[in-house]
């Protein structure tokens, strides 16, 4: 169901980018294979990664959000993975977090504005 409601609401939707955030690395992924929008999406993993400091990563892509919006739709897009301790993260890595992810949604702002 969860899958599901997130593909309809991007399918019904214009959507310029596709962020998903998920727990446990501090790293991000832009790839996946067959990616309709590598570039699109290196650069704002690039963009992420400056406001974070998360490095950046490939992914062989197993069906996540990410993945299904750069192969099916043509929407760049990121994965940003927060925390260092198992799911769930930590209460005391919360502080961290929002440091290190504060600037995201203007940066993503920004990028959508300028794309």
């Known amino acids: 169901p969860e899958s599901q409601a ?12 596709v962020v998903s955030y998920h727990a446990m690395g501090r790293v991000l992924y832009w790839d996946t294979q067959d990616n309709l929008k590598a570039a699109e999406s290196y650069e704002m993993a690039q963009g ?3 406001a974070t400091g998360y490095s950046i990563l490939g992914s062989k892509g197993r069906g996540g959000l990410k993945d299904w919006a750069q192969k099916t739709q043509g929407i760049p897009s990121v994965t940003i993975e927060v925390g260092q301790s198992m799911c769930p993260v930590a209460f005391s ?3 961290a977090i929002w440091d290190q992810n504060k600037a995201v949604a203007a940066y993503l702002a920004s990028y959508v504005l300028s794309h």
């Open 93 to 95: 890595e919360y502080s």
């Open 6 to 17: 997130l593909a309809s609401l991007v399918t019904q939707n214009a959507f310029s980018a």
């Open 48 to 50: 992420v990664a400056a």
